[in-house]
């Protein structure tokens, strides 16, 4: 079969999620590294490797007998769940969010997101005439595959030291016009704190310029906040865009269960925020499938505003700070510019400049694999301004990354 003439142009160009390249990779070094004393030791995927909260798991096991929690759900998610939900704005957040029109449940943030990429563009051939999605840089790799297979245009937010991290929308948004694309054809601005791959948070003022700036120019504000439960100094607590004026007017966000509950594979999450675009998105995803299995929503709503979830979450982010702190240790004893001071104290990854004497952060993390069996993601999977850098998730056993750690000593990996 003609392959090429059966998929668009953007698929056929599609390279395989980062991810599971690496895991591919991986997975071909496994024996090789083994024989060595190098068994493999993940650091790619941010995937929490704890079992979720026990009441969580206790409960599900219950629902499970339920007469009809076998059958379809509904798109937007049953009523408990949505109500558990704009409880869990309002106790976290202060937020106002009416369950019925302004919140609409997920198969996950990653799905949501990449419906609202699909939704919000249209394919074109002309590269000028394309509709354009403003993006971090680096940002989330998989906004820009979503970007790619809607056949739109991801354009570059840089994320760097220089600018303290806050890049200059309005200064971007002109150098879009000159570069030839249409004022009307850019159709939303994303802003993801706290940050993957960085980690980093931002200030309410910045957040604030950016929500002005978006209703000037009528751009949708998508805000990927599924890391917002995941900090462990209260002077970065990450805040919702809702709690800001205006938000509502022209932005929507993004919550994922994933990280805060330890429940990867579950696939839920939800998007919240202005009514006509909530409902809208969900007329869209309406057609594509029929909602979370209703045991996973009823639990999830259940431990969501209850003391054992929140406990879990207090818990799970002692645990980080305890891990990040192991590898700011390890690093700066390895001669990396890194300290406590320094890091942020968000999410569970670290962002690290590779050693001085390379040149690509590919090259850096594929000789790390192959001679110490451990997979770091090289800094430009996420985007141009990531070279130079590599990302690590501390999600393994305290035992693993102090491993790592020795590896490097072991093995000649400094950043001298």
């Not at 002692?318 to 001669?335: N, P, S």
């Not at 004497?357 to 850096?364: D, G, P």
């Amino acid at each position: 079969m003609n392959i090429e003439k059966l998929f668009n142009k953007e698929v056929m160009t599609l390279d395989t999620y980062i991810m599971f390249r690496l895991k591919e990779a991986t997975a071909k070094l496994k024996p090789e590294l083994i024989a060595k004393n190098r068994a493999p030791i993940s650091l790619s995927m941010g995937a929490p490797t704890a079992n979720p909260p026990k009441a969580l798991m206790d409960r599900l096991k219950e629902i499970l007998d339920e007469d009809g929690i076998n059958m379809y759900s509904i798109p937007k998610g049953e009523p408990y769940f949505r109500n558990a939900i704009a409880k869990r704005m309002k106790n976290r957040f202060g937020v106002e969010l009416d369950p019925e029109t302004e919140i609409f449940s997920l198969v996950g943030s990653k799905e949501g997101i990449a419906n609202l990429v699909r939704f919000i563009t249209t394919p074109k051939e002309e590269e000028l005439e394309k509709d354009v999605i403003m993006v971090p840089d680096p940002c989330y790799a998989s906004y820009l595959q979503f970007i790619q297979c809607s056949g739109a245009k991801a354009y570059p937010m840089p994320l760097t030291a220089e600018n303290d991290y806050k890049p200059d929308v309005e200064a971007i948004y002109e150098q879009i016009i000159k570069d030839g694309y249409k004022p009307e054809n850019i159709k939303a601005l994303f802003i993801n704190f706290p940050n993957n791959p960085m980690g980093i948070s931002t200030t309410r003022e910045y957040v604030q310029s950016v929500i002005n700036f978006c209703k000037k120019h009528d751009i949708l504000l998508a805000s990927d906040a599924a890391y917002c439960d995941l900090y462990f100094d209260e002077k970065e607590k990450p805040f919702s865009i809702f709690e800001l004026e205006g938000a509502k007017d022209i932005g929507v966000e993004f919550y994922s269960f994933s990280k805060p509950y330890a429940v990867t594979g579950w696939r839920l999450g939800w998007i919240c925020g202005n009514k006509e675009v909530v409902q809208r998105f969900g007329k869209g995803k309406s057609t594509i499938d029929n909602g979370i299995f209703k045991a996973l929503q009823k639990a999830c709503a259940e431990i969501l505003n209850s003391e054992e979830g929140d406990k879990y979450i207090e818990e799970g982010n002692k645990g980080y700070a305890r891990k990040q702190a192991i590898m700011v240790k390890g690093f700066k004893e390895l001669g990396w510019p890194i300290s406590e001071e320094t890091v942020p104290h968000t999410t569970f990854y670290l962002w690290l400049p590779i050693p001085k004497r390379y040149t690509s952060a590919f090259k850096f993390c594929e000789d790390v694999l192959e001679k110490s069996g451990v997979v770091l993601v090289p800094g430009n999977a996420f985007g141009t301004h990531g070279e130079g850098f590599f990302r690590l998730s501390f999600v393994c056993s305290d035992e693993q990354l102090q491993e790592v750690i020795d590896r490097f000593k072991a093995d000649g990996f400094t950043y001298n």
